[in-house]
């Protein structure tokens, strides 16, 4: 399966923005899928992921309140809406689908990725 995100960008402090994950190749229906983020010379980290029919979703301790992670299967696509984002939400956020079809937050779970998408909060 092929993950395409988007909908980075520029953004104020305070803003949002909302990033898509579609999937092409064949469905991701039936697996969890997570986003993590990568800031310069950092590891990636883990940020959001939903279960397979978005019945559950977990976030990291710095995004809970702020970013909602959601899924329609029908158009293959899972979100990620960010609000009141912060200059240290800036990053490359990736999109991954897990072999498993319950959310998880180890990077090792996930076995496909997209290529990434930017996201700059400034100050």
């Known amino acids: 399966v092929q993950l395409q995100a988007s909908g980075g960008g520029l953004v104020q402090a305070g803003g949002s923005l909302r990033l898509s994950c579609t999937a092409s190749?064949?469905?991701?229906?039936?697996?969890?899928v997570g986003w993590f983020r990568q800031a310069p010379g950092k590891e990636r980290e883990f940020v959001a992921a939903?279960?397979?029919?978005?019945?559950?979703?977990v976030y990291a301790d710095d995004v809970k309140g702020r970013f909602t992670i959601s899924r329609d299967n029908a158009r293959n696509t899972v979100y990620l809406q960010m609000s009141s984002l912060k200059p240290e939400d800036t990053a490359v956020y990736y999109c991954?689908?897990?072999?498993?079809?319950?959310?998880?937050?180890?990077?090792?779970?996930?076995?496909?990725w997209g290529q990434g998408t930017q996201v700059t909060v400034s100050s």
């Open positions: 991954a689908a897990s072999l498993n079809s319950v959310p998880g937050r180890s990077i090792t779970t996930y076995r496909y």
């Open positions: 190749g064949r469905t991701f229906s039936n697996n969890a």
């Open positions: 939903i279960s397979w029919n978005g019945g559950v979703a």
